[in-house]
């Protein structure tokens, strides 16, 4: 079982990103997936998850209205664009697997994590 997480890179304040989560060696369609972050010196957060179906979705309060969480079924693939970012969102990315999508990430409801992928915001 696998995830791989892509996409991080180094962009300027209100700039824009992709995240992708790549699944491999599990059944993709029972699963909700999250994506979290840490960034240095501070725990890690959860930031959205989308539930099996992709029908829902939830978001942490700070990325609202700025980061959009999607699955591509066929790919077993999840993306989290990020637009509008901020320096506070430099972090490394982790997504991660679940049995269920709740309104607040716990790190203990996912069973299944990836390596993360460092996003920087700077000037």
């Known amino acids: 079982l696998q995830l791989v997480e892509s996409g991080g890179g180094l962009v300027q304040p209100g700039g824009s990103l992709r995240l992708s989560c790549a699944a491999s060696?599990?059944?993709?369609?029972?699963?909700?997936i999250g994506w979290f972050r840490q960034a240095p010196g501070k725990e890690r957060e959860g930031v959205s998850c989308s539930s099996s179906s992709g029908d829902s979705s939830y978001y942490v309060d700070s990325v609202k209205g700025r980061f959009v969480i999607s699955r591509d079924s066929a790919k077993k693939t999840v993306y989290l664009q990020m637009s509008s970012l901020h320096p506070e969102d430099t972090a490394v990315y982790y997504c991660?697997?679940?049995?269920?999508?709740?309104?607040?990430?716990?790190?203990?409801?996912?069973?299944?994590w990836g390596q993360g992928t460092q996003a920087t915001v700077s000037s």
């Open positions: 060696g599990f059944n993709w369609d029972y699963y909700a």
């Open positions: 991660a697997a679940a049995a269920v999508c709740n309104k607040i990430l716990r790190e203990s409801e996912y069973d299944y």
